[in-house]
């Protein structure tokens, strides 16, 4: 059976869980004394440790032992979405790492009518370290924020692959289907995107990528795409 995990900012002999580790592992799990679990410090590793010692406001771990794991993608994905309402920023997050993204940048706009603060942004990278712990990943996905959609684009240099998903496109510009190296995909809000916006894109490196003549869901789109490139990267084989 699997073991409970957790992340933390780094190892030693011995470790202890606070702030949300901590409640998940004391209030929900309930776990104590002689509790064996598993620790991530976003390294790639995963570290068995038992549980010493339970105590109000820490959980004292002492570490037994290191493995490698092979999870994560060999291949580095980016993938950049415009803000969406409600919740649905959160689900795409959460599918964006179980399959496989390795950065993730959240962005506003000129048709974005969803807006970001600093509580939502942790909260989104809450939602990539439970992802990332439920999918067996041992590295959560950093989400950021970029305020002017401009930063956004730019924050993909170096990228080899550059894909926009544009839904005025009548075919694509460049295929998803077969691909090497990292790739940096970017996908709009619910009001999609202005055509000064796919130009500027296309100025930085882009190439417009069609979904279908079916007009998809903003999270939806996001999922769709990021599936298309892990399958043509060989990471969903």
């Known amino acids: 059976m699997a073991r409970n995990r957790f992340f933390v900012n780094e190892i030693a002999e011995e470790v202890a869980l606070t702030g949300d580790e901590l409640r998940h592992a004391k209030n929900v799990l309930r776990l104590g004394e002689g509790s064996e679990i598993a620790l991530l410090d976003g390294s790639g590793a995963e570290y068995s440790a038992v549980v010493t010692r339970v105590e ?50 959240v962005f506003s706009s000129r048709y974005c009518a969803a807006y970001m603060n600093a509580n939502k942004l942790e909260r989104l990278n809450r939602v990539s370290r439970e992802a990332a712990k439920q999918c067996m990943r041992t590295v959560a996905p950093e989400v950021v924020y970029f305020e002017k959609y401009g930063e956004a684009l730019k924050s993909a240099d170096g990228y080899q692959n550059k894909l926009f998903a544009c839904e005025f496109l009548e075919k694509s510009e460049g295929g998803a289907e077969r691909l090497s190296g990292p790739c940096a995909l970017v996908v709009g809000s619910e009001g999609g995107f202005s055509e000064e916006e796919f130009a500027l894109a296309k100025t930085l490196g882009f190439r417009g990528v069609s979904l279908g003549k079916r007009i998809l869901r903003a999270e939806t789109a996001a999922i769709a795409l990021l599936s298309i490139v892990m399958y043509g990267l060989g990471e969903l084989r």
């Open 56 to 105: 109000r406001d820490r959980m004292l771990v002492h570490v037994l032992g290191r493995s490698e794991e092979d999870r994560e993608p060999r291949t580095q994905v980016y993938l950049l979405l415009g803000a969406l309402k409600g919740d649905k920023t959160e689900l795409a997050v959460q599918k964006a790492v179980e399959l496989g993204a390795a950065k993730i940048g």
